[in-house]
């Protein structure tokens, strides 16, 4: 008798690369439109909403504390204080270089698009880096937190990454009632840093303590 093989499932595409590569696509998408000038009419509508007539109020005064506390200088130190904390936790260097290397292609990746976009802020100013898409604060912010929580956990939980996007969404809103950034822009830098944390999550970072171990194994079979 001929058994009966059972059906082969479809292999699915884990949760991070589908991610990553939506992540990818909608930014580039999204790049086009705002080098065209196709979002602008987008742009002044939500600007108009968050800071109407370019009025200061009481609102810009208590989100600039979190445009402040929570800037590219501070998401940055997070994510090398994680990585030197990781590092010698590990005893290994792999975790600090990890971080390094996330940091500065977040950096990287920002300033050639600010450059290539070149687009001015809602106040008609440019940055020192070339202009205000993306947002450099968006962008680095997911990086910082994202990759703080790859390092310092073997295994992350929801919760942890609901906490992330819920930071990451009071600072663009943040930025939206400072004026600092339009709406795309803000869009922009949240798609840029998930498109840089969500492939590097996929990065084993546990080596250094498979390879201690798999020496340690050798060693005792050795002795043994």
Do not use: C
């Amino acid at each position: 008798m001929t058994g009966v093989r059972a059906p082969v499932r479809p292999t699915r595409l884990p949760t991070r690369v589908v991610s990553a590569l939506l992540s990818t696509v909608a930014f580039t998408v999204l790049s086009i439109l705002v080098a065209s000038g196709a979002t602008q009419g987008l742009d002044d509508a939500v600007r108009q909403q968050f800071r109407p007539n370019d009025v200061w109020s009481t609102n810009q005064l208590i989100f600039g504390n979190v445009v402040d506390g929570l800037g590219p200088p501070v998401a940055l130190g997070i994510l090398l204080l994680s990585g030197a904390v990781a590092s010698w936790r590990r005893r290994g260097s792999g975790p600090l270089i990890y971080v390094v290397v996330l940091g500065a292609t977040a950096v990287i990746l920002t300033a050639v698009t600010k450059m290539s976009v070149h687009r001015a802020d809602p106040h008609g100013g440019l940055s020192i880096q070339g202009g205000a898409y993306p947002s450099g604060h968006m962008v680095l912010l997911l990086v910082g937190l994202g990759g703080a929580i790859l390092v310092l956990r073997s295994r992350s939980r929801w919760w942890e990454w609901l906490l992330v996007a819920l930071i990451e969404v009071l600072m663009g809103i943040s930025l939206l009632f400072l004026a600092m950034h339009w709406f795309t822009d803000v869009i922009g830098g949240a798609l840029l840093g998930l498109m840089i944390v969500a492939p590097a999550s996929l990065v084993s970072l546990r080596w250094g303590r498979s390879a201690r171990n798999r020496a340690g194994l050798g060693r005792s079979g050795e002795l043994s």
